[in-house]
């Protein structure tokens, strides 16, 4: 067997990225390897994605450094003084309506945003990729039930969720993320299902199913990680969606509560001063747009680095 | 034989779809922590008004028997009357539907006719300046907050430019002489031949169609790029420009054709969305549509009129969702096989 | 070459889409302005629920009714404590005070045309205890119940009537609480006509119109608009335009842009930042006045750290008055520190509370507790009561008290409040009617602490147990003397703001922003008091 231990002599050592990179790799291992190390090289190509996933790597050591980088304090204002002012160079953003630094609040607002955004798509995308795909997958009655369920969850009124979970659990933003988690993942399911419903005709498909295996195997090896692409694009779209859609149940006592600064939550006081003070909503509306588009084109690049039929 | 059994089947799943969704809705709705008390009586009322208005309401019978006795009504039409508006639930939502329903299907239009074309040319120019642009252009409609996106466009285009109508449906002046048939106020204008009032509802109109239309523009073009992806790099393509086919007709009748199967669910998804109506966009455009109706109804606990609404826009996903499910038979052959073998 | 279906419709509809919208828009007239003979007003009322005058209790619906219902009496918007007769041409009282004696005006009719009568008016007031909705109260505190009413109102002629009370209240008192909408007089022939099942025409009623003011009704959709036309069959000056119409408009900025634009005559829901703004345009104007609702945010006495009195009184001085009338409140508020509107007789204007971290300090530490507490408040997510929230969050932080701020849907927040679960409170009451015993009745009145009390006024939801307090205010409404019920209002005030767990906050102001050509409006004290029917247009 070749490997990096061999001694030098007959046998040419390989280097990490030959190993890697080969054609024939010998064991399963090596394979996944590989595939996961083309799958960063096509990645790291797309300089785009690349770009994505710097934003949201700032992103993220802005909501580690927090402390460190804002100015001012996220949670002290004075009415009298600092209330509504425009930017300068003294509050770069401006201030809100109690005299808070925006700046300072949007950075301390990352961690909240981050921890919300990413909890949603972590719990709804699994959920509604599995439904989508054994449904498209199995047809019939399992089917036909399965995409009635997701009827159901689709017509619900995503408000009296709110409300519900408000008397039961009592406010606050994680109860907001269960509630939007349970209500956003019907969508992702029918986009998975309608790609199952073409991908199981596929040649492929067939020839695993004349290997013998399982439904279940076809399904979770096979099917599912040719939809993880589209619902990766979905879900990188929603973020800025999620974020908004938080912002919306706020009202309700199921989001931030105050004086958290939750960017949704900031968006939705901003409302009030829309015309003449664009600067309170517009900041934290910036924020959430660049986060989206450090997303989606992370979550591009993800997709094609991901897509078995890229030429690596 | 066969096809009685198919129909039966499938009819008792929407059934069952329709209770499971109204029981969900309506025992969530009476362990939300508002009292649908107050809504009518209101916050000055005497202990005995409430006590009285609490019987009258059948709200101390249990959980389990006030459903059956909603199911019941249901059964027979009668969907309860709104404690709000005093009126009847359905005719309310006869009111108000037609609103978000002109609204809904403008936009959709608007996003569907502008998006899939965009969507296609992006990934035609794949990692190009238009594929950026157009997801750029889109990422905006999308994560935008939509009440700032339509007082912006309010501001410019109806009090600065005055090129549309503001918000409303129609101005004032026609309150009094349109006679409202189908509610779809472009349809009755156009009906009764008053094209003053057509147009009239039309620039009134095109605003927040408009808006929403950009915002399910940003969803479709992404989706239609990424199926129109898949599909541009399988092999029937290579084969078909082998055959010497020209790249638009590749694209265009087979690609797209192709990629159509999972966009009609997409368009469809956006399309329900729509439907639902969008609080904000009502509120900003003073529409008085399906949304702002349930909003108002649930923030007060008004049952009878949320389950009425709730099952006016559960018969919409319904409904479209099968709709898209028929249109994959049409467009994809090989589904079209599959289901006949079933 | 046959095209498929798919790519012409998919690329013609685009174009053909883009190309109808531009036709038509180019077709249009450019009707941006209002037309002469209509009012239109801005303003938000998804409060209405319906449109019976015995069951309306609302704001938006008390405008309404205000404008198309007429009463025995009404007050002089200019100086409330003046009242004429509206449907009454004179009115006696009896040597007792329990006996009102009115004579209507002659040849009276309803928008109809029928003839009002005295048994028109026997019927209304009659109707209204008899259906005993939520604002019956307003008659049978009284005395009136569904078993005596008939004698108790008793019709002596054709233009004849009297109203015989229980107790000799203040006179004052009892034609104040004539004025409001449940003494409207509805017209009986058409309501009972309408009857179904001996409802008295309730369900009718909710949705339609029967009254003789200056305008009635048209329509009215949810949510949508209110329709209202002049009444030609009007005793009096008949209303300037022949039509007002209100539109439903939630969004303060969009109000502002209609009528920016023309397309509004006047809103009523501007912000203080939109007022600002507006000031330096030429073509609309503002008008402002008092209004009978003070906000003030309360503490629950079952919470026993908020039960002791120093902490009762630290929160006073926790407040940032001066700051938060200059700031969140201005235009739309003024400070005040009583349960009495400014307005009412007796209210008083001392406002002895401004910010004090300190003196709350060391009350906070004479209660026991130096390093302050936790404590929630229940907050509606509505402006400008969530911008005061926050602003005293901070202000409290400053004294060691950590509040945490639970927000929610107004129905939500008051769910809460009268179930006395909540720690703090924030909120606002309004008058009924325009008489100082509306605010003193619901503030400084609690008859009966226990959970389940037949009548749980403001006092009650806050647990605050006060039988002395309760006795000074029964007394106070049955003061005949002006100047004696003046006094014992302002001692009870005095009382209130030194003990009780009320922290009152500020009056509300109603601000209204109409177009320069739009003449005569003139807001009310009250939500019933806002006549439409004398606005014209030049």
């Not at chain 3, 919470?303 to 409140?329: C, M, Q």
Request: hydrophobic content about 45%; some cysteine; glycine content about 8%.
């Amino acid at each position: 067997m070749t490997g990096k231990g061999a001694a030098d002599g007959a046998i040419r050592r390989e280097s990490l990225h030959d190993w890697l990179m080969s054609d024939r790799p010998r064991s399963r291992r090596q394979a996944s390897f590989g595939r996961a190390y083309g799958a960063w090289r096509t990645f790291a190509r797309n300089r785009l994605a690349m770009l994505g996933l710097l934003i949201v790597t700032g992103l993220v050591l802005t909501a580690v450094f927090a402390d460190a980088l804002s100015p001012y304090s996220p949670f002290i204002g004075d009415l009298r003084t600092t209330r509504l002012l425009p930017p300068s160079a003294a509050h770069w953003f401006g201030t809100d309506d109690q005299g808070r630094d925006i700046l300072s609040r949007l950075i301390f607002g990352s961690r909240i945003t981050l921890f919300v955004v990413v909890l949603v798509a972590i719990l709804a995308a699994p959920i509604g990729l599995a439904v989508g795909t054994v449904a498209g997958y199995s047809g019939g009655l399992i089917d036909a039930t399965l995409m009635r369920i997701t009827d159901i969850f689709l017509a619900f009124p995503r408000l009296i969720l709110a409300l519900a979970f408000v008397a039961a659990l009592g406010p606050g933003i994680e109860n907001a993320v269960l509630a939007i988690a349970i209500t956003s993942w019907p969508p992702y399911a029918r986009i998975a299902r309608a790609e199952t419903l073409t991908l199981r005709q596929a040649d492929y498909i067939a020839a695993v199913q004349l290997i013998g295996a399982s439904p279940w195997r076809i399904v979770l090896r096979h099917i599912m990680p040719l939809c993880v692409s589209s619902v990766i694009v979905r879900v990188t779209l929603d973020m800025a969606g999620i974020i908004l859609t938080a912002a919306g149940l706020g009202f309700l006592g199921l989001g931030a509560q105050p004086p958290m600064p939750e960017w949704g939550a900031m968006i939705a006081n901003g409302r009030l001063y829309v015309l003449d003070q664009w600067w309170v909503a517009a900041a934290p509306g910036a924020a959430i747009f660049v986060v989206s588009l450090a997303f989606n084109l992370l979550g591009d690049g993800l997709r094609d680095a991901l897509d078995p039929k890229t030429v690596k | 034989m066969r096809a009685s059994n198919v129909i039966g089947r499938f009819l008792l799943v929407i059934l069952l779809t329709y209770l499971g969704l109204l029981a969900v809705t309506f025992f969530i709705g009476r362990v939300i922590p508002i009292d649908p008390v107050l809504a009518i009586v209101g916050d000055r009322a005497p202990e005995h008004v409430i006590l009285r208005v609490r019987e009258e309401l059948g709200l101390n019978k249990p959980l389990w028997e006030q459903f059956y006795i909603y199911v019941s009504k249901v059964l027979h039409g009668d969907f309860g009357t709104s404690v709000l508006t005093s009126n009847p639930v359905m005719q309310d939502i006869r009111r108000t539907f037609p609103a978000t329903f002109e609204l809904a299907t403008l936009g959709i239009v608007i996003g569907a006719g502008v998006g899939v074309p965009l969507g296609v040319w992006a990934a035609v120019r794949r990692g190009g300046l238009v594929d950026q642009i157009v997801r750029v252009m889109g990422l905006i409609g999308y994560s935008v907050p939509i009440f700032w996106l339509g007082l912006m466009a309010l501001v410019v285009f109806y009090a600065r430019l005055g090129w549309v109508g503001g918000p409303g449906r129609i101005d004032v002046v026609y309150e009094y002489t349109l006679v409202p048939v189908t509610g779809l106020l472009l349809l009755d204008t156009a009906r009764a031949g008053e094209w003053q009032a057509f147009g009239n509802a039309l620039s009134h109109l095109v605003l927040p169609a408009s808006l929403l239309g950009y915002f399910s523009l940003a969803y479709i073009s992404r989706m239609t790029r990424s199926f129109m992806l898949n599909e541009l790099a399988q092999e029937y393509v290579i084969a078909a420009r082998a055959k010497g086919l020209s790249e638009t007709r590749i694209i265009w009748r087979h690609a797209l054709r192709n990629a159509m199967v999972p966009l009609v669910t997409v368009i469809a998804l956006s399309y329900a969305g729509l439907l639902e109506g969008s609080v904000l966009t009502e509120t900003v455009f003073a529409w008085p549509g399906l949304g702002l109706y349930l909003t108002n109804s649930l923030q007060n606990a008004d049952m009878n009129a949320v389950l009425g609404a709730t099952i006016v826009v559960g018969s919409i996903f319904i409904g479209l969702n099968l709709l898209s499910d028929l249109l994959y038979n049409v467009l994809d052959p090989r589904t079209r096989a599959m289901t006949q073998a079933q | 070459m046959k095209h498929s279906l798919f790519s012409i419709t998919r690329r013609g509809l685009g174009a053909a889409a883009i190309s109808m919208l531009l036709a038509t828009l180019g077709a249009l007239p450019a009707l941006a302005a209002t037309p002469k003979d209509t009012l239109v007003v801005a303003f938000a009322f998804d409060d209405i629920i319906t449109m019976d005058p015995a069951e309306a209790f609302e704001i938006s619906a008390g405008e309404i009714m205000g404008n198309t219902y007429d009463r025995l009496v009404r007050f002089d918007v200019a100086d409330p404590s003046k009242l004429y007769g509206d449907l009454a041409k004179a009115w006696t009282v009896s040597p007792d005070g329990k006996t009102f004696s009115f004579e209507l005006k002659p040849g009276l009719k309803f928008a109809s045309g029928n003839a009002l009568t005295a048994e028109d008016v026997v019927f209304s007031l009659q109707r209204a205890v008899l259906l005993d909705k939520t604002p019956a109260f307003i008659l049978t505190q009284f005395g009136f119940s569904k078993d005596n009413v008939k004698d108790r109102i008793k019709q002596t002629g054709p233009l004849t009537l009297t109203i015989e009370t229980d107790k000799s209240f203040a006179p004052s008192f009892v034609l104040n609480c004539l004025t409001a909408n449940v003494a409207a007089i509805v017209d009986k022939k058409l309501v009972l006509s309408k009857e179904q099942n001996g409802d008295l025409g309730y369900a009718w009623l909710k949705t339609n119109y029967a009254g003789s003011g200056p305008l009635k009704l048209r329509e009215w959709r949810a949510n949508e608009i209110v329709a209202l036309e002049r009444n030609d069959s009007y005793y009096g000056d008949k209303a300037k335009l022949a039509r007002v119409i209100y539109r439903h408009v939630k969004e303060a900025a969009t109000q502002r842009l209609l009528l920016e634009k023309g397309d509004a005559d006047i809103v009523r829901n501007l912000t203080p930042q939109d007022l600002a703004a507006l000031a330096a345009n030429k073509d609309i104007r503002t008008t402002s006045t008092p209004k009978g609702t003070v906000y003030y945010f309360s503490l629950n006495q079952k919470n026993p750290t908020l039960a002791k009195a120093e902490v009762r009184e630290a929160f006073k001085w926790l407040v940032d008055y001066a700051a938060i009338g200059d700031t969140l409140i201005k235009n739309i508020g003024v400070v005040h520190q009583n349960f009495l509107p400014v307005g009412l007789l007796g209210a008083s204007t001392e406002n002895p509370y401004k910010l004090d971290v300190e003196k709350a300090k060391a009350l906070l530490a004479k209660a026991g507790v130096p390093n302050g507490f936790k404590v929630t408040i229940d907050m509606r997510t509505v402006q400008p009561v969530q911008g005061i929230t926050e602003a005293f969050q901070q202000t409290a932080k400053r004294a060691g008290i950590d509040v945490e701020i639970l927000p929610g849907d107004g129905k939500q927040t008051l769910t809460k409040y009268r179930a006395r679960t909540h720690d703090i409170y924030i909120g606002q009451w309004g008058a009924d009617y325009w008489d100082p015993h509306t605010n003193a009745d619901t503030f400084a009145r609690n008859p009966d602490n226990a959970d389940d009390a037949k009548s749980k006024p403001l006092a009650w939801r806050n647990s605050w147990a006060i039988p002395e307090l309760t006795k000074k205010a029964d007394a106070a409404v049955l003061e005949r003397d002006p100047a004696k019920r003046r006094a014992m209002y302002e001692e009870m005030q005095a009382d209130f703001r030194k003990n009780s767990p009320f922290v009152m906050l500020y009056q509300q102001t109603e601000v209204a922003a109409f177009r320069s050509d739009v003449e005569g409006l003139k807001l009310g004290p009250t939500s019933d008091s806002t006549y439409m029917f004398k606005v014209s247009k030049k």
